[in-house]
């Protein structure tokens, strides 16, 4: 199972109904997910996310830097275990589509609103609540911070606004220099 990629980041994860529901999406995302370098030119992540596999390399470096910051109480204690758990899920499938429903050659612009999408639409194989599903949409869809234009400018994504959008738009941010 391609799951198993993320066994360690997935354990973060305490309620195991949200565990195996990202387990489920894990093994939903294309193959390329866990091939492809997390910058498709080489010029946006630093070198270890870079070549093959890279991308599951940033996504597990993100994953690492929430839960260190998360285990910290004066950071953490202002999350509840259920938004820790969402959180984690988020940073784990965040970049689940970055080069689209099939492997484009470049990142698509679009990506959080393809897996924010995705998942959505598959709410029916996996056991989240409309709750937790509303804070996976908005924190995913958010997390390219500043960076939410397509490649002609036009703003098509949210920038961060609240506590959890900026908790996860960090850790990816982290994770990317």
């Known amino acids: 199972m ?11 994860i305490k309620d195991e109904r949200i565990r195996e529901s990202c387990r489920i999406i894990l ?8 091939e492809i370098p997390a910058s498709s030119t ?13 991308l599951v390399r940033h996504v597990k470096v993100a994953v690492r830097l929430a839960k260190e910051l998360l285990d910290n109480p004066c950071i953490g204690g202002k999350y509840t275990s259920n938004e820790k758990d969402v959180m984690i899920l988020t940073l784990i499938l965040h970049d689940g ?3 689209g429903l099939t492997h484009n050659k470049y990142t698509q612009a ?3 609103t393809l897996i924010k999408n995705f998942v959505i639409e598959n709410k029916d194989k996996i056991n ?10 908005h924190c995913v869809e958010s997390h390219m911070g500043p960076w939410n234009k ?3 400018g036009n703003v098509i994504l949210p920038v961060p606004k609240t506590k959890y959008e900026n908790f996860v738009h960090m850790c990816d941010y982290l994770s990317s220099k």
Request: no cysteine; aromatic share 18%.
């Open 2 to 12: 391609k799951h198993e990629v993320f066994t360690r980041e997935l354990n973060y």
């Open 27 to 34: 093994d939903m995302l294309p193959d390329y997910f866990y």
């Open 42 to 54: 080489g010029k946006y992540h630093p070198d270890f996310s870079l070549g093959e596999g890279g």
């Open 97 to 99: 589509l970055k080069s």
């Open 110 to 112: 679009n990506h959080p």
């Open 128 to 137: 989240l609540t409309d709750n937790e599903l509303d804070l996976f949409a």
């Open 150 to 152: 397509d490649y002609d």
